[in-house]
Protein backbone atom coordinates (compact mmCIF):
# COMPACT_ATOMS: atom_id res chain seq x y z
CA UNK A 1 0.00 0.00 0.00
CA UNK A 2 2.48 2.58 0.87
CA UNK A 3 4.58 2.32 -2.26
CA UNK A 4 1.70 2.58 -4.17
CA UNK A 5 1.72 6.50 -2.57
CA UNK A 6 5.22 6.73 -3.29
CA UNK A 7 6.48 9.99 -2.11
CA UNK A 8 5.35 13.54 -1.14
CA UNK A 9 5.29 14.80 -4.76
CA UNK A 10 2.78 18.01 -4.21
CA UNK A 11 5.57 19.30 -2.43
CA UNK A 12 7.94 18.32 -4.69
CA UNK A 13 6.38 19.70 -7.24
CA UNK A 14 5.37 22.80 -5.46
CA UNK A 15 9.22 23.09 -4.56
CA UNK A 16 9.83 22.98 -8.23
CA UNK A 17 7.62 25.37 -9.12
CA UNK A 18 8.82 27.86 -6.97
CA UNK A 19 12.23 27.18 -7.93
CA UNK A 20 10.84 27.86 -11.54
CA UNK A 21 9.17 31.20 -10.82
CA UNK A 22 12.15 32.70 -8.83
CA UNK A 23 14.47 32.14 -11.86
CA UNK A 24 14.18 33.58 -15.37
CA UNK A 25 13.84 30.86 -18.36
CA UNK A 26 14.76 32.86 -20.62
CA UNK A 27 18.01 35.46 -20.70
CA UNK A 28 19.21 37.30 -23.94
CA UNK A 29 22.41 39.16 -23.32
CA UNK A 30 22.73 41.91 -26.30
CA UNK A 31 25.67 43.63 -25.23
CA UNK A 32 25.10 46.14 -22.31
CA UNK A 33 21.43 45.04 -22.13
CA UNK A 34 20.12 42.19 -20.86
CA UNK A 35 16.33 41.18 -21.25
CA UNK A 36 14.89 38.10 -19.14
CA UNK A 37 10.72 36.44 -19.49
CA UNK A 38 9.60 34.89 -16.28
CA UNK A 39 8.13 31.39 -16.04
CA UNK A 40 4.31 31.35 -15.14
CA UNK A 41 3.79 28.07 -12.97
CA UNK A 42 0.30 26.49 -12.96
CA UNK A 43 -0.68 25.86 -9.77
CA UNK A 44 -3.40 23.73 -7.62
CA UNK A 45 -4.90 25.35 -4.57
CA UNK A 46 -3.28 24.15 -1.26
CA UNK A 47 -4.74 26.56 1.33
CA UNK A 48 -7.65 29.45 1.28
CA UNK A 49 -6.25 33.03 2.91
CA UNK A 50 -9.09 33.95 5.36
CA UNK A 51 -9.41 35.65 8.24
CA UNK A 52 -12.49 33.26 9.84
CA UNK A 53 -11.55 30.40 12.47
CA UNK A 54 -12.42 27.31 9.58
CA UNK A 55 -10.78 24.69 7.66
CA UNK A 56 -11.56 21.68 5.80
CA UNK A 57 -10.54 18.26 6.44
CA UNK A 58 -10.26 15.48 3.18
CA UNK A 59 -10.05 11.74 2.90
CA UNK A 60 -8.08 10.37 -0.26
CA UNK A 61 -9.66 6.96 -1.27
CA UNK A 62 -8.23 4.42 -3.64
CA UNK A 63 -6.97 1.24 -1.88
CA UNK A 64 -9.18 -0.23 0.82
CA UNK A 65 -12.19 0.45 2.25
CA UNK A 66 -12.29 -0.90 5.93
CA UNK A 67 -11.92 1.93 7.89
CA UNK A 68 -14.30 4.13 6.02
CA UNK A 69 -17.50 3.91 7.98
CA UNK A 70 -15.97 4.22 11.57
CA UNK A 71 -14.54 7.46 9.86
CA UNK A 72 -17.99 8.80 8.79
CA UNK A 73 -18.98 7.72 12.52
CA UNK A 74 -16.19 9.56 13.86
CA UNK A 75 -17.58 12.69 11.74
CA UNK A 76 -20.81 11.97 12.66
CA UNK A 77 -20.23 12.24 16.26
CA UNK A 78 -18.58 15.39 16.49
CA UNK A 79 -20.85 16.79 13.25
CA UNK A 80 -18.14 17.41 10.69
CA UNK A 81 -18.68 17.29 6.93
CA UNK A 82 -15.50 16.42 4.99
CA UNK A 83 -14.38 16.06 1.50
CA UNK A 84 -13.43 12.69 0.39
CA UNK A 85 -11.49 12.60 -2.99
CA UNK A 86 -12.32 9.13 -4.81
CA UNK A 87 -10.42 6.96 -7.43
CA UNK A 88 -12.79 5.74 -10.31
CA UNK A 89 -11.66 2.28 -9.38
CA UNK A 90 -12.60 2.67 -5.72
CA UNK A 91 -16.33 3.93 -6.97
CA UNK A 92 -16.66 0.96 -9.44
CA UNK A 93 -15.91 -0.99 -6.02
CA UNK A 94 -17.96 0.08 -3.24
CA UNK A 95 -21.07 1.96 -4.90
CA UNK A 96 -22.92 1.71 -1.66
CA UNK A 97 -20.02 4.00 0.43
CA UNK A 98 -19.86 6.30 -2.14
CA UNK A 99 -24.29 6.46 -1.78
CA UNK A 100 -23.26 6.83 2.68
CA UNK A 101 -20.65 9.31 1.74
CA UNK A 102 -23.37 11.36 0.45
CA UNK A 103 -25.82 10.29 2.39
CA UNK A 104 -24.09 11.42 5.58
CA UNK A 105 -23.93 15.17 3.45
CA UNK A 106 -20.03 14.37 2.51
CA UNK A 107 -18.62 15.96 -0.61
CA UNK A 108 -17.55 13.73 -3.32
CA UNK A 109 -14.21 14.60 -5.29
CA UNK A 110 -12.32 13.79 -8.21
CA UNK A 111 -8.83 11.68 -7.79
CA UNK A 112 -8.77 10.59 -11.14
CA UNK A 113 -9.98 6.80 -12.81
CA UNK A 114 -7.11 4.42 -12.43
CA UNK A 115 -4.32 6.77 -10.36
CA UNK A 116 -2.06 7.66 -12.48
CA UNK A 117 0.95 9.78 -12.59
CA UNK A 118 -0.88 12.11 -14.04
CA UNK A 119 1.55 14.42 -14.99
CA UNK A 120 3.04 11.66 -17.31
CA UNK A 121 -0.50 11.94 -19.49
CA UNK A 122 -0.84 13.73 -22.48
CA UNK A 123 -3.82 16.11 -22.23
CA UNK A 124 -5.95 13.92 -23.66
CA UNK A 125 -5.47 11.19 -21.30
CA UNK A 126 -6.10 13.57 -18.76
CA UNK A 127 -9.56 14.24 -19.76
CA UNK A 128 -10.49 10.86 -19.93
CA UNK A 129 -8.89 9.85 -16.40
CA UNK A 130 -11.48 12.84 -15.01
CA UNK A 131 -14.47 12.19 -17.00
CA UNK A 132 -14.62 8.95 -16.27
CA UNK A 133 -14.20 9.19 -12.62
CA UNK A 134 -16.92 11.90 -12.64
CA UNK A 135 -19.37 9.85 -14.54
CA UNK A 136 -18.66 6.95 -12.44
CA UNK A 137 -19.95 8.97 -9.16
CA UNK A 138 -22.40 11.25 -11.20
CA UNK A 139 -24.18 7.20 -11.97
CA UNK A 140 -24.24 6.49 -8.41
CA UNK A 141 -24.69 10.28 -6.59
CA UNK A 142 -26.63 12.23 -9.95
CA UNK A 143 -23.83 15.21 -9.40
CA UNK A 144 -20.73 15.29 -11.30
CA UNK A 145 -17.30 15.75 -9.13
CA UNK A 146 -16.28 19.30 -9.27
CA UNK A 147 -12.73 19.05 -7.06
CA UNK A 148 -9.73 17.51 -8.58
CA UNK A 149 -6.93 16.27 -6.49
CA UNK A 150 -4.00 14.00 -8.59
CA UNK A 151 -3.12 11.02 -7.09
CA UNK A 152 -0.16 11.18 -5.31
CA UNK A 153 -0.21 15.16 -5.44
CA UNK A 154 1.61 15.30 -8.67
CA UNK A 155 0.72 17.73 -11.50
CA UNK A 156 2.30 19.93 -13.52
CA UNK A 157 1.10 23.02 -15.79
CA UNK A 158 -1.01 20.87 -18.03
CA UNK A 159 -2.50 18.85 -15.39
CA UNK A 160 -3.63 21.96 -13.75
CA UNK A 161 -4.51 23.71 -16.62
CA UNK A 162 -6.39 21.24 -18.13
CA UNK A 163 -8.78 20.12 -14.74
CA UNK A 164 -9.48 23.50 -14.45
CA UNK A 165 -10.41 23.37 -18.51
CA UNK A 166 -13.26 20.39 -17.72
CA UNK A 167 -14.57 22.77 -15.00
CA UNK A 168 -12.51 21.73 -11.93
CA UNK A 169 -10.87 23.17 -9.05
CA UNK A 170 -7.35 21.54 -8.31
CA UNK A 171 -7.18 21.19 -4.71
CA UNK A 172 -3.73 19.69 -2.73
CA UNK A 173 -3.00 20.20 0.80
CA UNK A 174 -0.79 22.39 3.20
CA UNK A 175 -1.43 19.95 6.42
CA UNK A 176 -0.43 16.37 5.59
CA UNK A 177 -0.85 13.86 8.43
CA UNK A 178 0.94 11.03 6.72
CA UNK A 179 -0.64 8.87 7.64
CA UNK A 180 0.39 6.38 5.11
CA UNK A 181 3.70 5.66 6.52
CA UNK A 182 1.74 3.82 9.72
CA UNK A 183 3.96 5.96 12.26
CA UNK A 184 1.23 5.90 15.24
CA UNK A 185 -1.65 7.62 16.69
CA UNK A 186 0.75 10.48 18.51
CA UNK A 187 2.80 11.16 15.29
CA UNK A 188 -0.30 11.76 13.39
CA UNK A 189 -2.06 14.01 16.00
CA UNK A 190 1.23 15.90 16.21
CA UNK A 191 1.28 16.62 12.54
CA UNK A 192 -2.18 17.97 12.10
CA UNK A 193 -2.25 19.98 15.03
CA UNK A 194 0.84 21.62 15.44
CA UNK A 195 0.54 24.83 13.72
CA UNK A 196 -2.79 24.95 12.32
CA UNK A 197 -4.47 28.29 10.64
CA UNK A 198 -7.55 29.26 9.46
CA UNK A 199 -8.17 28.22 5.70
CA UNK A 200 -5.99 25.18 5.99
CA UNK A 201 -6.63 21.36 4.32
CA UNK A 202 -5.68 18.87 5.83
CA UNK A 203 -5.01 15.43 4.28
CA UNK A 204 -5.76 11.89 5.53
CA UNK A 205 -6.62 8.60 3.59
CA UNK A 206 -9.43 6.61 4.83
CA UNK A 207 -7.49 3.38 4.45
CA UNK A 208 -4.95 4.55 6.90
CA UNK A 209 -3.60 2.10 10.17
CA UNK A 210 -4.23 4.57 13.52
CA UNK A 211 -6.91 6.71 11.48
CA UNK A 212 -9.85 5.13 14.16
CA UNK A 213 -7.67 6.21 16.85
CA UNK A 214 -6.26 9.23 15.91
CA UNK A 215 -8.92 11.38 14.00
CA UNK A 216 -11.10 11.81 17.12
CA UNK A 217 -7.99 13.64 18.90
CA UNK A 218 -7.63 15.93 16.31
CA UNK A 219 -11.03 16.75 16.03
CA UNK A 220 -11.12 17.41 19.43
CA UNK A 221 -8.25 19.76 18.79
CA UNK A 222 -9.97 21.68 16.75
CA UNK A 223 -13.09 22.25 18.25
CA UNK A 224 -11.45 23.41 21.08
CA UNK A 225 -9.63 25.83 19.16
CA UNK A 226 -12.77 27.25 17.99
CA UNK A 227 -12.25 25.94 14.68
CA UNK A 228 -15.55 25.17 12.32
CA UNK A 229 -14.20 22.30 10.09
CA UNK A 230 -16.47 22.71 6.29
CA UNK A 231 -16.53 20.99 2.86
CA UNK A 232 -13.43 22.45 0.55
CA UNK A 233 -15.48 23.66 -1.83
CA UNK A 234 -17.45 25.98 1.27
CA UNK A 235 -13.84 26.83 2.16
CA UNK A 236 -12.86 28.23 -1.40
CA UNK A 237 -13.24 31.57 -2.04
CA UNK A 238 -15.46 32.09 -5.07
CA UNK A 239 -15.27 35.64 -7.55
CA UNK A 240 -11.68 36.78 -8.99
CA UNK A 241 -8.96 35.33 -7.08
CA UNK A 242 -5.45 34.21 -7.37
CA UNK A 243 -3.10 31.98 -5.99
CA UNK A 244 0.73 32.84 -4.69
CA UNK A 245 3.90 31.35 -4.72
CA UNK A 246 3.06 29.15 -2.21
CA UNK A 247 -0.21 27.62 -3.52
CA UNK A 248 -2.51 29.84 -0.84
CA UNK A 249 -5.86 31.18 -2.80
CA UNK A 250 -6.66 34.95 -2.17
CA UNK A 251 -9.84 37.11 -3.22
CA UNK A 252 -8.38 39.77 -6.23
CA UNK A 253 -8.19 42.68 -4.01
CA UNK A 254 -6.24 44.21 -5.36
CA UNK A 255 -5.51 42.56 -8.03
CA UNK A 256 -1.45 40.88 -7.85
CA UNK A 257 1.52 42.03 -9.39
CA UNK A 258 4.08 39.52 -9.00
CA UNK A 259 4.62 37.39 -11.80
CA UNK A 260 4.70 34.84 -9.70
CA UNK A 261 0.78 34.95 -8.71
CA UNK A 262 -1.33 33.05 -10.90
CA UNK A 263 -4.50 34.70 -11.58
CA UNK A 264 -7.58 32.51 -11.46
CA UNK A 265 -11.05 33.11 -12.78
Same mark, same amino acid.
Given at each position: ????????????????????????????????????????????????????????????????????????????????????????????????????????????????????????????????????????????????????????????????????? !? +? $??? %??????? =? /?????????????????????????????????????????????? !? +? $??? %??????? =? /????????????????????????????
Amino acid at each position: MNEKRSLPWGRLMLAAGLAGLAIAYTTINTGPTIMTAVATRELPIYNVDTEEKVLSISFDAAWGEANTKGILDILDKYDVKASFFLVGFWVEKYPELVKELVARGHEIGNHSSTHPHMSKLSEAQIREELRRCSDLVKSITGKPTTLFRPPYGEYNDAVVRVSRE !E +G $YRC %IQWNVDS =L /DWKNLGVSDMVAKCTKSVHPGDIVLFHNDSKYILEALPQILEYYKQ !E +G $YKI %IPISELL =L /DGETWIDHTGKQHRKTPAPTNSAETPIQ
